[in-house]
């Protein structure tokens, strides 16, 4: 069955530094990849699509990769804030209407002063 | 805009007893979604409409039931609650397919049941 694995829980950075993300997939061959972030108590915000043809997508300090050869999607945030501690989620779609979002499970990122 | 509104924000249930969830949202948008999330389990999706009077089935579908009467709500039922049902409820809806389309999400709703 297909997988995704968002490979920390939790990952602790010092501000100012780049924190990297980590989303691998298998039995699955997706033509979208989506990023989400989620505050305590709150619903997911869309941050970033990229598609398959795409190697890599960037907005302000976000950066996303997506490579289907090693079936994975990095997710980069540089010079970190301690506003940037949330939980980040990883999302997989095929193409075609009818096709839905698979949720990774999420990394917890703590960005300390 | 509100975005997407989601009632109520919290409620407890006994097992057996039935409730509705209501999403509703103002950005004129196609798709809905309704997704359960749990510790360690991520978000998974129960069912999902692609437009007015549609409704489809999403991953985890079994003792929910939907209802898209108006292209603005979209209703999630539970008939029967049992407490394999306790989890957080989001709402979501996005302009075109979600595959490749933003999805905007509620605040979500608390359900606990006993």
């Known amino acids: 069955s297909q997988k995704i694995e968002q490979n920390s829980e939790a990952l602790n950075i010092q501000e100012g530094k780049t924190a990297t993300l980590t989303c691998n997939y298998t039995?699955?061959?997706?033509?979208?990849l989506q990023w989400y972030r989620q505050d305590p108590g709150r619903g997911p915000v869309f941050l970033l699509l990229i598609r398959e043809n795409e190697k890599e997508k960037r907005k302000e300090r976000l950066k996303v990769t997506f490579d289907t050869t090693l079936k994975q999607s990095l997710f980069h945030i540089t010079a970190s804030q301690p506003a940037d501690s949330a939980t980040y989620l990883c999302?997989?779609?095929?193409?075609?209407?009818?096709?839905?979002?698979?949720f990774g499970k999420g990394t917890k990122l703590s960005v300390k002063p | 805009n509100a975005g997407v509104t989601q009632t109520p924000k919290f409620r407890v249930l006994k097992t057996g007893q039935s409730m509705t969830l209501l999403c509703a949202q103002d950005?004129?948008?196609?798709?809905m979604y309704w997704y359960r999330q749990d510790p360690g389990m991520g978000l998974r999706l129960i069912h999902y409409?692609?437009?007015?009077?549609?409704?489809a089935k999403g991953e985890v579908p079994d003792g929910y039931n939907v209802s898209r009467l108006k292209k603005q709500n979209f209703l999630l039922g539970l008939e029967s609650a049992a407490p394999s049902q306790t989890s957080v409820y989001f709402c979501?809806?996005?302009?075109?397919?979600?595959?490749?389309?933003?999805?905007?999400f509620g605040p979500g709703t608390r359900l606990t049941v006993l």
């Open positions: 999302a997989l779609a095929k193409g075609g209407s009818q096709g839905n979002l698979i």
């Open positions: 979501a809806s996005s302009l075109g397919a979600g595959a490749y389309n933003e999805q905007f």
């Open positions: 950005m004129n948008h196609e798709y």
């Open positions: 039995n699955y061959s997706p033509a979208y």
């Open positions: 409409s692609v437009g007015e009077g549609t409704t």
